[in-house]
């Protein structure tokens, strides 16, 4: 790892969402790394305090991602045409 901090910009509870939300945010060029507590992940536990999923990305990238997720929850992504998927990623911070 270079010496750029992370940043947690949400957590889930789950892994599977966690997952879910680290593909949509690489497929827009932003690195992620997920963390939770041994226990939770060990057990798949996915509720409580060690079903916790903290989704961190680098600090120089955190605005974009926040972006990224916050169209995400507002329904930007649902039934997308591909031209509407081209110009989103063309519209994208990184380029992509």
């Not at 969402?17 to 945010?25: C, Q, S, T, V």
């Amino acid at each position: 790892m270079t010496g750029e901090k992370w940043e947690t910009v949400v957590e889930v509870f789950g892994e599977l969402e966690a997952e879910m939300l680290r593909g949509l945010l690489e497929a827009q060029g932003i690195p992620v790394i997920l963390n939770q507590e041994g226990a939770g992940r060990a057990y798949g536990l996915n509720v409580g305090p060690l079903g916790m999923v903290q989704i961190l990305v680098r600090e120089s990238t955190s605005s974009n991602a926040r972006k990224v997720l916050d169209d995400y929850y507002a329904g930007k992504f649902e039934e997308m045409s591909p031209q509407e998927e081209d110009d989103y990623e063309e519209d994208s911070p990184n380029g992509r």
